[in-house]
């Protein structure tokens, strides 16, 4: 199995930056993907950034130029630099994973999410 692990997140005014991580754990041979989802309450579930194992990254347009995605493929982590921060980037934060296990298996893991909060 694949554990996520999430850290940061929290309430900032709108114009300021917070710093989300990630470890991923576990059974691991290699990881194909790995990114960032949210859920605003109320709405749907939607990829913020997903950084791919060749090297390119997808940005959602909301956050482009204001969030950076940064991933270790050795120690197994992704980080997500949020600056320029606004009241609608308010919403649970989840760290997602493609792995490829040590049996061979490949599958999308989540982590338990994390509360952004930005104020007006």
């Known amino acids: 199995q694949v554990q996520l692990v999430e850290s940061g997140g929290g309430l900032v005014q709108a114009g300021g930056s917070l710093r989300l991580s990630c470890v991923a754990s576990?059974?691991?041979?290699?990881?194909?993907?790995m990114g960032w989802y949210r859920q605003a309450a109320g709405k749907q579930r939607e990829l913020v950034v997903v950084?791919?194992?060749?090297?390119?990254?997808n940005y959602v347009d909301s956050v482009k130029g204001r969030f950076t995605i940064s991933r270790d493929n050795v120690k197994n982590t992704v980080s997500l630099q949020m600056t320029s921060l606004k009241p609608e980037d308010t919403a649970v934060y989840y760290c997602y994973a493609v792995a490829v296990t040590d049996r061979g298996m490949t599958g999308k893991y989540w982590g338990q999410g994390t509360q952004v909060t930005v104020s007006s």
């Open positions: 950084s791919i194992s060749d090297g390119s990254t």
């Open positions: 576990g059974s691991i041979s290699r990881i194909e993907a």
